[in-house]
């Protein structure tokens, strides 16, 4: 039984002129689970295709007839391939027309089938070509996650599934034109995330600027956001630019916006929704293109229904919501954290810095971490800079702190793990000098990389 055609299935789009041939081809990958639409008109699927960033992000594949009135079906596939080069197009060509199939196929032509077509081999020519496309869209994705690693400027830490799922939705949402909404516990690293965003997308080259809403008296935070205008108000001497104007072309980062009095909500609204600024005092608008991005320690939807947050407003904002994960539920990065922190602060320091002792892991396993990465931070550098017997207190024998839920082989294991970290992050990922430093050959360390799940970019300087 074919599974339910979504509309987030990848597409075959089929031209041809004949409306019974597009009518069962339809017809035929609908039954299969595929969606298919067809058209007798190649302008409008290269209007489609063209439009922005559609062509390169588009997850399927085109089948074209050859002989058609509108456009000859190579031209259409070099019109196509001058959109994107690696869509597949799969070409129909009439029957003995084996110098016309060869020739698509020298200009790029996935692969050709004759008519009559047999719709069995059509069917498989396709799922082919619809693999290819996805493992081309995968291959992408990748090589932009790399360099995105490589660039310089802020970076997200960890390899736990919950990091690696808020890696992969930060990166989706790099450069689209939407506001988010950023939820976690005090001390997640949720400014972190914002200038992330920032530091990683198109608007790097403008201003981040991050405002914390709660910590601004109710009667400032008006002109703190919107600017004021000369004679605003007493003392309102020259025309001063708010916040919003100051990050005009980059980002604006709202902490707290729980905080943000009921008064002002409504304006911030208008703002987000007309993306134009008045100062106070003046009434010529301001046009905006900036990103926002709001950041909460609260349930803002549950706000909402009780009335303190205007429901608007948090729909308005939430249009792309991100949840930061507790410490205490990523346990799996704890030792690339404080490795990563006390390096900084050795540095920061001059000091140096000594590996944690297995007994040291395991209190760093065992504790639950209510301040979260910032409670981490503060913990690694009071271990570089007043020492381990300070920050962890005596734990010189093996036994000290140890879970005795956990086995020897856990034990060791997380160990082994921890010292695979350090050499890392100590080393900045390069992998002949933790070779050396470790006494490993290199396919026995990328082993141990692969069984923890460790990875060399994200130890990168």
């Known amino acids: ?18 409306a019974e041939i597009r009518t069962v081809v339809e017809q035929l990958f609908r039954l299969e689970g595929l969606r298919c639409s067809s058209t007798a008109n190649p ?12 062509g390169q992000e588009f997850p399927g594949i085109v089948i074209t007839d050859i002989h058609m009135p509108a456009m000859h079906g190579l031209e259409l596939m070099q019109a196509i391939h001058a959109i994107d080069a690696e869509i597949p197009v799969v070409v129909l060509t009439g029957y003995g027309a084996v110098s016309l199939a060869v020739k698509a196929l020298q200009q790029g032509a996935y692969d050709f089938l004759e008519k009559p077509f047999d719709n069995t081999h059509l069917l498989e020519v396709a799922q082919r070509a619809l693999e290819k496309r996805a493992l081309v869209l995968e291959n992408r994705q990748l090589k932009a996650s790399v360099a995105r690693a490589q660039q310089p400027g802020m970076r997200i830490l960890g390899q736990s599934p919950a990091m690696v799922q808020l890696r992969g939705v930060l990166d989706a949402v790099l450069d689209a034109p939407a506001d988010v909404l950023i939820f976690g516990e005090t001390g997640c690293g949720k400014e972190l995330v914002a200038r992330y965003l920032h530091e990683q997308s198109n608007r790097r080259e403008h201003n981040f600027v991050a ?6 008296p109710e009667q400032l935070i008006e002109s703190e956001l919107f600017g004021t205008d000369a004679g605003a108000y007493t003392g309102a001497e020259k025309k001063r630019a708010g916040k919003f104007e100051f990050a005009n072309g980059g980002t604006l980062f709202l902490d707290e916006i729980e905080s943000t009095p009921l008064s002002l909500q409504v304006k911030l609204l208008r703002v987000l929704e007309e993306r134009r600024v008045t100062r ?8 905006l293109d900036l990103r926002i991005i709001a950041a909460t320690k609260t349930d803002l939807k549950q ?7 205007r429901a608007d407003l948090y729909y308005r904002l939430s249009l792309v919501e991100v949840s930061l994960p507790p410490l205490r539920e990523r346990r799996d990065d704890l030792m690339l954290l404080f490795s990563h922190f006390a390096l900084v602060a050795a540095a920061r320091f001059h000091k140096e810095y000594q590996p944690l002792t297995p007994a040291q892991v395991q209190q760093l396993q065992q504790h639950d971490w209510p301040g979260n990465v910032r409670e981490m931070r503060n913990m690694a550098e009071r271990y570089v800079l007043l020492g381990p017997a300070v920050c962890f207190g005596k734990t010189d024998t093996p036994n000290d702190g140890i879970s005795s839920l956990m086995s020897l082989q856990q034990r060791v294991e997380a160990y082994e793990k921890s010292l695979i970290e350090e050499a890392l992050n100590q080393y900045h990922g390069s992998i002949k000098d933790v070779m050396q430093e470790l006494g490993l050959a290199r396919k026995t360390l990328y082993d141990k990389m692969a069984k923890y799940q460790l990875t060399r970019r994200d130890f990168l300087e």
């Open 303 to 309: 706000l909402a229904a009780s009335g303190a947050f």
């Open 280 to 287: 106070l005092g003046s009434n010529q608008p301001v046009a």
């Open 211 to 216: 405002i914390n809403c709660g910590a601004i």
């Open 43 to 54: 302008g409008a699927l290269l209007k489609q295709l063209s439009s922005e960033g559609y």
């Open 1 to 18: 039984m074919p599974m339910p055609v979504t509309e987030s299935m990848p597409q075959i789009l089929f031209i041809d002129d004949e």
